[in-house]
């Protein structure tokens, strides 16, 4: 599904922050991104969702070499790619119901197709009561909860999550790994980026450590 | 979008928390709020730029209808002039001069201007009570041209001058060449004045469609985090700024055509001043036909087709860079 083959990127005339890279993410899998602050997973993940272009080396997505997208082609490959980011990017004049149902609406379907949908997975992601509250009212935990709902509520094909779990207490945590773990097992391949050793403890999976701009991988 | 596994298969399975009551449809926030654009200032612009170019080209159109009219009327005249010659008659040359045109055909009202008339035309210059056989004045025979038949000028001259050596004959065609210039020059300018307002107006519009765009920018990131393309983006902006424009041209084109409504009032009252006399020579009554509205109302429509191609191309132009 995903294929790195020596790719490197640097930003700017920096330093080449990320080093002949290669690797493999399997269609289905289920794998932990993880190393020290500044080691470079969130790179990483923006290469993964193509808002990167690498410095170097083959980057290839879905079969295809992203080096010859154009931005449509950019557009549609990024309908099937689900991303989580640190800091939620959450529409603020917009409730958390249609936050999450956004993906659907720019696809062109009609609201009452994925209604149900999008009111289930906001109640399982305890969103229930503040499915009509703006994010600038939310809590912490709550916008990441909601920007969560928003990646996994069109079943892409590749979720990536940067630190998904940051902002919610441990149980809360157990839970969102569940919803990733339902969604993988539904066929999705799965990448987070964490540095949390004890949710990573929670689930066998296979694990990219990054280290100084390399990349080790543990099955 | 490419979807796994089974469609309607539910992603999470609430169980007992599912909830009994059906999901009521909801009224979707717009995804780009119409308060991000600030509209006012655009609307003013497109407003003020509308009526410019709309009372621009109701002039020229007043300009140029009153122009073919006075052409139209001055083509229709022929003027001959018979001079004081030394050992001709004057009344004698003048009557024969005028038989002549008579005979002419094509020629079908013949009007000579008697010693009394030609004395009436001097008046406003040398007063009242003039004894006009102490100067050297011409007599005049206007005639006037069937429409639509070509005139033998030459031939007429040329009988002419057999009977009064010293007649001429003018068909005005010097008079039409000017007015014709000063119509094109006038068409020529309002074209000029019309180019510059719709380039103030794609300037003003892609600088305000560049400020809403980097006033809306998360909006724009977030729209491609979920993979809408830059036409779906795009299409989102532009239909504000389609009803911008379309509210600035309602408003220009509007006033300007009550401007234009009332133009015979506001004419009425300047009649009789010098200014208003001059106004009305040159663009007679004032008042636009039927189809200089439509002008009009087709050129707001334009320049607010205008708005939303200045706006589109800068939204593409913009999109690029964010991306």
Redesign the interface.
């Known amino acids: 599904m995903v294929r790195f083959e020596n790719v490197g990127l640097r930003y700017g005339l920096g330093p080449e922050i990320l080093r002949d890279l290669t690797f493999l993410i399997p269609a289905h899998s289920f794998q932990f991104l993880t190393g020290p602050s500044g080691a470079g997973k969130t790179s990483l993940l923006r290469l993964l969702f193509l808002s990167l272009r690498p410095t170097r080396g083959l980057v290839n997505l879905f079969g295809q070499d992203v080096s010859l997208l154009g931005k449509d082609q950019v557009a549609n490959m990024r309908q099937r790619i689900g991303i989580v980011l640190q800091d939620f990017r959450l529409l603020d004049h917009m409730t958390t119901y249609e936050n999450v149902a956004l993906p659907f609406r720019v696809m062109g379907r009609e609201e009452s197709s994925y209604r149900r949908e999008v009111i289930d997975l906001l109640r399982w992601v305890g969103l229930g009561e503040r499915m009509d509250a703006l994010p600038p009212i939310l809590s912490g935990g709550e916008k990441q909860r909601a920007a969560i709902a928003r990646a996994v509520i069109s079943r892409p094909q590749l979720l990536l999550a940067d630190e998904p779990t940051g902002s919610v207490d441990p149980t809360l945590g157990r839970r969102l790994l569940r919803l990733f773990i339902e969604l993988n097992r539904s066929g999705t391949a799965v990448i987070i980026a964490t540095h949390d050793i004890t949710l990573m403890d929670q689930y066998e999976a296979r694990r990219l450590v990054l280290h100084q701009g390399r990349l080790h991988i543990y099955e | ?5 089974d469609e309607h ?4 399975d ?1 169980g007992n ?3 009994q009551v059906p ?1 009521q ?2 009224n ?2 717009p ?1 780009v ?1 119409r308060a ?1 654009i600030s509209g006012r200032a655009l609307v003013a612009v497109v407003a003020i730029m509308t009526f410019l170019a709309s009372i621009t080209t109701g002039a020229v159109l007043l300009v140029s209808a009153s122009a073919s009219e006075w052409q139209s009327e001055v083509a229709s005249e022929i003027t001959a002039q018979v001079r004081p010659a030394a050992g001709r008659d004057l009344e004698r040359d003048a009557a024969a001069a005028a038989e002549v045109m008579r005979t002419q055909p094509g020629i079908v009202q013949v009007k000579p201007f008697s010693k009394e008339d030609s004395a009436k035309l001097l008046e406003p210059w040398l007063g009242s009570g003039l004894s006009i056989e102490q100067l050297p004045v011409p007599r005049f025979i206007v005639a006037r041209v069937q429409p639509g038949t070509t005139l033998d000028l030459a031939a007429l001259r040329a009988r002419m001058t057999q009977v009064a050596p010293s007649a001429s004959v003018d068909d005005h065609r010097a008079w039409i060449e000017r007015m014709r210039s000063m119509t094109g020059a006038t068409v020529f300018a309002g074209i000029g004045i019309l180019v510059l307002v719709i380039a103030a107006t794609i300037i003003s519009v892609s600088f305000a469609t560049r400020g809403a765009m980097a006033a809306n920018r ?2 724009v ?12 983006i795009a299409n989102r902006f532009l239909r504000h700024f389609l009803r911008l424009g379309l509210e600035g041209g309602l408003i220009g084109g509007g006033a300007a055509m009550l401007a234009f409504g009332f133009s015979e009032s506001i004419a009425g009252w300047f009649s009789g001043t010098p200014v208003g006399d001059q106004f009305a020579a040159l663009l007679g009554t004032f008042s636009l036909p039927p189809s200089g509205y439509l002008a009009l109302a087709v050129q707001a429509l334009l320049i607010a087709a205008i708005t939303a191609w200045a706006s589109r191309r800068t939204l593409f132009a913009t999109l ?1 860079d964010i ?1």
């Open positions: 979008m490419s979807r796994i596994g298969a539910p992603l999470v609430l928390e599912r909830p999901a449809a909801r979707m926030s995804i709020p991000s998360p909006i990131e977030v729209l491609h985090f979920v993979g809408a393309g830059d036409s779906y690029d991306d």
